[in-house]
């Protein structure tokens, strides 16, 4: 079963993700995930993987540069890594990823369909005709080259992937969920939306039966002379009816600017997480800010963090916020705060290793800096942003800023 579940175009960056940021996303993102399950399932996991907004604000708090195409590969291959070894406790696999890695795919759900008693030649199956969808069924001038395939013991399914258009310097991301599948030929799509790139020949929409009906006829009775004529004559035919409107998928364009600007962000809700950051943290977690090394900026971060582990899918339309959690390796909107990214990971780390013990005060303490930022968001005041990335990069090497570029020098003077 599937259904598509939304898309995102996004701007093509050069460069690699170094050492240092690939092994903290690795973490970070196995610990997120965990948490997820916890409170939430295996399955919700999978619908949040599968919604473009939240991938994007994921790969953003990760520290990955917040409107990249990059973000795709590193966040797959970082949960590979992550979660691979915690397979067994969790029942979720990655498979796939880029270039090589993605024409693996139907090998790997077969063999972890011996392993865990799923039908991995059925969901081979489904992965190719996925990949198939978005690369024949849909012409839209993206060539796809990464393909990941999140599964469950119980064999229900996320799918991500991504294409490039080299002439136009963009990517396009793909996301597909196991749920409510009629057909994959028949709309597994419920819309396609996306910025305007001339003609697309979409044969998965209702309106195309007639013509997919029309090719097999033609190449059983007709052979290929026959194509133009049936194709005229299916034109003959269109009605009112063949051209009613569709409904939307949600759909993520991201700017071509590398600077995070304020109209990028919601202020409000950013100042609701500093505001709960400040007002919850000294509450929920009083022995952790008497650890030397832990302080209010490791509680933002954390508030960050937890949105994107609670919150509703409405919360996401802004991506760009969830980077003044951890920066960005190309230093926007700051460089990566190191120090403070590695807190995260322990302070997650450590509420969820506690949970599974069956002490759940500080994974719960985290949902409740989440609660307190909803909350104080509809009063909550404070600077204005760039003021906000102003004080952050002054302070960058305090917190052992690190980017691309190397690590952060103090301000001079």
């Known amino acids: 079963m599937a259904r598509k579940a939304g898309s995102a175009d996004l701007p093509l960056h050069s460069g690699h993700v170094p050492k240092w940021l690939a092994d903290r996303m690795t973490r970070l993102g196995a610990v997120m995930s965990e948490a997820i399950v916890h409170h939430y399932g295996r399955d919700e996991l999978l619908r949040r993987l599968a919604h473009p907004f939240w991938f994007q604000s994921f790969g953003a708090v990760m520290g990955m540069d917040w409107h990249s195409s990059g973000i795709t590969t590193s966040v797959i291959g970082a949960l590979k890594r992550g979660l691979t070894p915690l397979s067994k406790e969790l029942g979720i696999h990655v498979c796939g990823g880029r270039g090589r890695h993605s024409r693996q795919t139907p090998l790997e759900l077969m063999s972890i369909g011996e392993r865990v008693g799923f039908d991995g030649s059925a969901l081979a199956r489904a992965s190719r005709l996925v990949a198939k969808v978005d690369s024949a069924a849909i012409q839209d001038g993206f060539d796809l080259y990464l393909h990941g395939f999140i599964v469950t013991d119980d064999g229900k399914w996320a799918v991500v992937q991504q294409g490039m258009n080299d002439a136009r310097r ?17 709309e597994p799509h419920t819309g396609i939306d996306g910025i305007g790139q001339g003609e697309i020949v979409n044969l998965t929409d209702r309106r195309a039966e007639a013509s997919r009906r029309a090719q097999i006829e033609v190449l059983d009775a007709l ?43 919601v202020l409000r809700r950013l100042h609701g997480s500093l505001a709960a950051a400040a007002d919850r943290g000294p509450e929920d977690f009083p022995d952790l800010l008497l650890t030397p090394g832990v302080g209010p900026r ?19 339309s802004d991506p760009a916020r969830f980077s003044v959690a951890h920066g960005g390796k190309d230093r926007h909107p700051f460089p990566v705060p190191v120090r403070v990214y590695d807190q995260t990971i322990r302070v997650l780390k450590s509420a969820v290793q506690k949970a599974k013990l069956g002490q759940q005060e500080e994974l719960f303490a ?5 609660d307190q930022a909803r909350a104080l968001e509809r009063y909550a005041g404070g600077p204005g942003f760039e003021d906000i990335l102003s004080e952050e990069r ?13 690590d952060e020098r103090p301000p001079e003077g």
Request: glycine residues 6%; charged residues 30%; contains cysteine.
């Open 170 to 186: 963009q990517a396009r991301r793909y996301h597909w969920l196991s749920e409510d599948l009629k057909s994959f030929v028949d």
């Open 223 to 265: 052979g290929p002379d026959g194509v133009a004529r049936r194709f005229l004559a299916l034109d003959e035919r269109r009605t009112e009816a063949d051209v009613a409107p569709q409904p939307m998928l949600p759909h993520l364009v991201m700017p071509e600017h590398h600077d995070v600007r304020s109209k990028d962000v």
């Open 298 to 316: 490791a509680v933002q971060a954390l508030a960050m963090v937890a949105e994107v582990i609670h919150g509703a899918p409405c919360r996401f």
């Open 366 to 370: 985290l949902k409740r800096l989440d």
């Open 394 to 406: 002054a302070k960058s090497h305090a917190y052992g800023g690190r980017s691309v570029f190397g």
